[in-house]
């Protein structure tokens, strides 16, 4: 059934998306272009949500008044926190703690500290240098699909790409991997859903980090004092009992989000993008017909089906921001999807362009000093998978009629993809 959004007040199509209500009509690109035209700032309790990407960038590249993470005391978390019981509430306060030490939550020198340990590692440069362990990885991986007719992208091969990568640049033992991934699954729930569902949720996700936290740990004793590679040496050496300046937990911290971020939004990637090409068959022709254009159809991709559909800042002081007055103290949530379909920057946002001249524009990485550490890894991978993929299986093509979505109003990927490969 279509809904005549139109006819709807904007606050209740707002609400309905973030609740991810089932009966409601889950069209965020509707809101969001509702939001872009009717209230570019729209402001839901001490929330206000940006959705033109003039306003995003601004929000974004001005860290020192719109500061990241999240204060653990505010109302909303503490509003969370008196719907729970004793043990639960315990559960979600270390749950907070570990998202706290993420680097998307640090600000000014512990952020310069923490990301100046990984920067090296991450330049562009030295993701060049593995290019071809990538391209070994994303042959083998093809090689042990070939001789099937179909398969389910999401699970039998997106996930481990980009999951193996980071591991093996973290040293992470290959048996620990699968219980990450696993974790991961479970401390999910707690992001991009509704914050009544946390009491439902919590156990889960605390179990998940629970998990995720001791698999971390255990690889951090086996590989301290032993050779390891650069990036796990240089954190280990930034510890306190090694004579660093931060806390094992701390290490954890940017550890867990390189793991997780490192291939969650990378899978949805490589399943958004098999959706969209196939689903636009001329343009999937147009790659293989002339792998040049794939680093391009990379970044429309992102624009066009953005992973991460959000990130949000705190207002340090009054702030403007072009027409708008924010006060300190708000939560601002610079809605990143919106952005990369908003026509003042993509003309005919809505169309998949892989041609697209300014595709590159779009805020899917983000902007400013939390720019992702890992866009470069992550184009890659992707490059690299549609080019070996398309060249391999020329005819490959859906066999999922509707695909469904994940259920997060945070995450943009696919639950599953079954593609026929002849
Ligand atoms: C298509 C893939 C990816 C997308 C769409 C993506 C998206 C993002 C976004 C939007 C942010 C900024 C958050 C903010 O401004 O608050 C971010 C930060 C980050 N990303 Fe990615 N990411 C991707 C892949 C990766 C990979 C492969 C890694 C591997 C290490 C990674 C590691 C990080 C880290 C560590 C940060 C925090 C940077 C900081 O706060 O300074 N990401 N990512």
């Not at 866009?375 to 391999?392: G, N, P, T």
């Amino acid at each position: 059934m279509t809904v005549d959004c139109t006819e709807r007040p904007l606050v209740q199509d707002v609400n309905d998306w973030l609740a991810l209500r089932p009966d409601a009509p889950l069209d965020r690109w509707g809101v969001y272009a509702r939001l872009r035209n009717e209230a570019p700032m729209f402001q839901m309790g001490d929330i206000y949500f940006l959705s033109r990407h003039a306003d995003c960038s601004a929000v974004l590249r001005d860290h020192r008044n719109f500061a990241s993470g999240f204060d653990p005391e505010g109302e909303r978390v503490q509003a969370v926190m008196r719907g729970l019981d004793p043990e639960r509430r315990a559960k979600y306060q270390e749950v907070l703690e570990h998202q706290l030490r993420w680097l998307t939550s640090s600000n000014g020198e512990k952020h310069v500290a923490l990301r100046t340990l990984a920067t090296r590692v991450f330049s562009m440069r030295a993701i060049e240098d593995m290019r071809a362990r990538v391209q070994r990885e994303v042959d083998e991986r093809l090689e042990e699909l070939a001789s099937r007719d179909s398969v389910e992208i999401i699970s039998e091969f997106a996930y481990q790409l980009p999951l193996t990568i980071i591991s093996e640049m973290l040293d992470i033992p290959e048996d620990v991997r699968e219980s990450i991934h696993t974790s991961w699954q479970s401390m999910v729930k707690l992001i991009g859903n509704p914050p009544e569902q946390v009491p439902l949720v919590i156990d889960e996700v605390h179990a998940g980090m629970r998990e995720l936290e001791s698999r971390l740990k255990h690889t951090f004793d086996l590989r301290r004092g032993q050779q390891t590679t650069d990036l796990l040496k240089r954190m280990l050496e930034a510890q306190e009992d090694q004579g660093g300046a931060l806390s094992e937990k701390d290490v954890m911290g940017i550890v867990a989000q390189m793991v997780i971020a490192g291939h969650q939004t990378t899978q949805d990637t490589i399943g958004n993008a098999l959706l969209e090409l196939f689903t636009h068959r001329e343009q999937w022709d147009a790659i293989r017909a002339d792998p040049e254009l794939i680093p391009n159809a990379v970044e429309e991709i992102l624009r066009y089906r953005t992973p991460g559909q959000m990130v949000s800042r705190n207002a340090q002081a009054d702030m403007q921001v072009g027409e708008h007055f924010i006060p300190a103290g708000s939560r601002v949530t610079c809605l990143l999807g919106s952005a990369n379909r908003d026509a003042e920057v993509f003309p005919e946002p809505d169309r998949f362009d892989i041609t697209r001249a300014n595709a590159r524009q779009h805020l899917a990485f983000s902007s400013g000093v939390h720019f992702c550490l890992g866009a470069s890894l992550s184009r890659m991978e992707v490059s690299i998978f549609l080019k070996s993929f398309s060249q391999r299986f020329p005819d490959a093509h859906l066999e999922t009629r509707n695909p469904e979505w994940l259920a997060n109003s945070f995450l943009l990927g696919l639950e599953e993809l079954r593609v026929r490969l002849r």
